[in-house]
Nanobody
Framework: QVQLVESGGGLVQAGGSLRLSCAASGLTFSSYAMGWFRQAPGKEREFVAAITWSGGNTYYADSVKGRFTISRNNAKNTVSLQMNSLKPEDTAVYYC?????????????????????WGQGTQVTVSS
């Protein structure tokens, strides 16, 4: 059974930092591309960042480029999202997701329904 478990969310002031982690089990992690998405109340789920199976390619939403960094550790079956210079508009539930297409192009990486597995999410709240 595939499980993706996010952690690291919380409450932070604007300008602060958080590091989210996602621990994967039940799949050959190193074969999967991994992504982070977020969903704010009343809004659709949106793409945040993605990383290919080897970490060779990364993709970011324009709204987080330069502030967020996605990384992975295939030996530990984890993917992380370092979030710096947080803004109130970053407030959302953050989800990690796994795509069995290990090396997606940028369009696929940004498309939620292309992902095979999802975590339960972790809340990030940024106060102004």
């Amino acid at each position: 059974q595939v499980q993706l478990v996010e952690s690291g969310g919380g409450l932070v002031q604007a300008g602060g930092s958080l590091r989210l982690s996602c621990a994967a089990s039940g799949l050959t992690f190193s074969s999967y591309a991994m992504g982070w998405f977020r969903q704010a109340p009343g809004k659709e789920r949106e793409f945040v960042a993605a990383i290919t199976w080897s970490g060779g390619n990364t993709y970011y939403a324009d709204s987080v480029k330069g502030r967020f960094t996605i990384s992975r550790n295939n030996a530990k079956n984890t993917v992380s999202l370092q979030m710096n210079s947080l803004k109130p508009e970053d407030t959302a539930v953050y989800y990690c997701a796994a795509d069995s297409t290990g090396w997606p192009g940028p369009n696929r990486a940004r498309t939620a329904h292309r992902y095979d597995y999802w975590g339960q999410g972790t809340q990030v709240t940024v106060s102004s």
